[in-house]
């Protein structure tokens, strides 16, 4: 197997561990897991999750100790757009009657950082 693609299965095994434990500080917190790793199409949801009449999106990112590029710079405004449409996909099969919100939680090695949630139920999320 080649260094890159050991790379590659290094970095997906990074980031589904950090997805693992972001789901279970977010259950800790009260929130109910929806979905996890929700493929539609091309495009994919990282965590669903809910607590009283509050859908959130949450977006994993994980770099490991001292990488180039931190996990809190690692959404760019075009993967915002994807996660955005991708979000409209579900809505679209899975109306939501309460609020939608996204939050970003980056994990650097083991340091885990809650942004603050935005509101996504307002915007004009194309269709």
Same mark, same amino acid.
């Given at each position: 197997?080649?260094?890159?693609?050991?790379?590659?299965? /290094?970095?997906?095994?990074?980031?589904?561990?950090?997805?693992?434990?972001?789901?279970?500080?977010?259950?800790? /917190?009260?929130?109910?897991?929806?979905?996890?790793?929700?493929?539609?199409?091309?495009?994919?949801?990282? $965590?669903?999750?809910?607590?009283?009449?509050?859908?959130?999106?949450?977006?994993?990112?994980?770099?490991? &100790?001292?990488?180039?590029?931190?996990?809190?710079?690692? $959404?760019? &405004?075009?993967?915002?757009?994807?996660?955005?449409?991708? $979000?409209?996909?579900?809505?679209?099969?899975?109306?939501?009657?309460?609020?939608?919100?996204?939050?970003?939680?980056?994990?650097?090695?083991?340091?885990?950082?809650?942004?603050?949630?935005?509101?996504?139920?307002?915007?004009?999320?194309? /269709?």
């Amino acid at each position: 197997m080649s260094t890159r693609t050991q790379q590659g299965h /290094r970095a997906r095994r990074t980031g589904r561990r950090a997805e693992r434990a972001t789901l279970w500080l977010l259950w800790l /917190r009260g929130w109910d897991p929806v979905a996890e790793n929700l493929k539609l199409g091309r495009r994919e949801l990282d $965590l669903l999750v809910v607590r009283g009449t509050d859908l959130r999106l949450i977006e994993v990112k994980a770099r490991r &100790s001292g990488a180039w590029v931190a996990a809190d710079t690692a $959404l760019a &405004s075009e993967q915002r757009l994807r996660l955005q449409t991708a $979000l409209r996909a579900y809505l679209d099969r899975v109306p939501w009657p309460g609020t939608v919100t996204f939050q970003r939680v980056s994990w650097s090695g083991w340091r885990c950082r809650f942004h603050p949630p935005e509101r996504w139920d307002a915007l004009k999320i194309p /269709r």
